[in-house]
C-alpha cells in the first residue's frame, strides 16, 4: 500500500529534468513542489490520491488531503482540479455525491474547483479521486521539510494513530464497539474532520519560529520524523514516553498482533511534526493549546545524525523503515 520506497521513488524521478523555475522539484519527503509565480511569490502544489475511506467522507477527505500539504508549505490552498474514476458500473448519483462532499468542503476552506476530470473503467474496482491544490506564499515565508536545525524542538501536533482509529470506527462498527467500548466508538466516528491539518499548519506558519513541517500519513511518525531528519541532514533523539499514542491505537495494536515499530508506522493522517525554534517552543505549545490542539515536544533534533529513541531509560535506534499496518487494519482481518 502506498508510496514507493525511498529508493525506487528516486529511480522514477531521475529521469524528471531540472527546470530553473521550479524551486522545490519532486524529491522523496516532500509532498509538495514549488515553482515561481513571480518575483514575490511561489505557487504551492500538490497532488493526492483518495480511496479506501468512509463513502460519507470521501469528497470531505479528497480536498483535505491535497489542501493539508499545500498548508505545510506555508501557503493558503486557494484552487484545486478535481478528477473522479470508478468502475463501469458505477451510476452517475455516486459521483455526484462524492461531487457535493468535495465542493462543501472547498467551500468551508475558500478553495476554487477550476477543473477536473470523470469517467469509468474497466480494472477499477472501487471509485478513486485525485486533487491536485495551489496555493501561493511570498518567498521568504515558504516552509520546507528539509530546514530542521540541531537544537529544533520536534512539535507534534495529535496522537499516532488517530486517523487509523477512527476510520476503524466508522468502518469496522461492530468489532470497534467491541474493542473500543459503544460510547468510544461514537465518539472516534466523529473525528474524521481531525483527518485535517490545513488550520494547525497556517497557525504554526504564521506564529514564527518553525523551520520545518511534515504530516505523518503514510508510514506515520516513522516515515515522517526519518524523511525530516534525512532531508535537513540532521539526527534526532526522541522520548517514547513524549510519543502521544491513544489507547485504541493499543488497542488495535494487540487485536492485530503488531510490533512496537508497526505501532510508530501507523497512518496519521492530520498530524504535523515540527522543528521548531527552542526560544518559540513555549509560545507555539500556548498558542496550540489556544486553538485546541494538544501538541507535544517528542525532543530535539541533534547535529549528530544518528536517529535515536529512548525507551525504558535505554537509547535504542529509531526504526528505519516504516512498516504501516493501516490496509491491514483496514481490511478488518486479523
Known sequence: ????????????????????????????????????????????????????????????LLIHYAASDVALFGAKPEFCTISLLGPPQTKPEIFCGIMKQTCKAADDLGIAIVTGHTGTYEGLSNPVGVCTAYGTVNKDKLITPDRARPGDCI??????????????????????????????????????????????ALMLADAGGVHALHDATEGGLTASLNEMAEASNVGFKVDAENIPIPREAYLLQKQFNLSYEELLSMSSTGTI??????????????????????????????????????????????????YDPYERILSGKV
Open 1 to 60: 500500500m502506498g508510496k514507493l520506497g525511498t529508493e525506487d521513488l528516486k529511480k522514477l524521478l531521475s529521469c524528471i529534468k531540472r527546470d530553473p523555475r521550479v524551486i522545490v522539484p519532486p524529491m522523496p519527503g516532500f509532498d509538495s513542489g514549488v515553482h515561481a509565480l513571480n518575483h514575490e511569490k511561489y505557487l504551492v502544489v500538490s497532488t493526492d490520491p483518495c480511496i479506501g475511506v468512509p463513502e460519507e467522507w470521501f469528497g470531505w
Open 155 to 200: 512539535l507534534c501536533t495529535k496522537p499516532i494513530g488517530l486517523e487509523i482509529a477512527v476510520n476503524f470506527a466508522v468502518m469496522h462498527e461492530k468489532l470497534a464497539r467491541q474493542l473500543f467500548g459503544i460510547k468510544r466508538t461514537r465518539e472516534l466516528s466523529k473525528l474524521v474532520s481531525m483527518q485535517s491539518c490545513v488550520k494547525e
Open 273 to 322: 511534526l515540527a522543528a521548531i525554534e527552542p526560544t518559540k517552543k513555549d509560545k507555539i505549545l500556548k498558542i496550540s493549546h489556544k486553538n485546541g490542539i494538544d501538541s507535544k515536544i517528542l525532543g530535539i533534533f541533534t547535529k549528530n545524525t544518528q536517529h535515536v529513541l529512548l525507551k525504558n531509560g535505554k537509547e535504542r535506534l529509531f526504526p528505519q523503515k516504516a
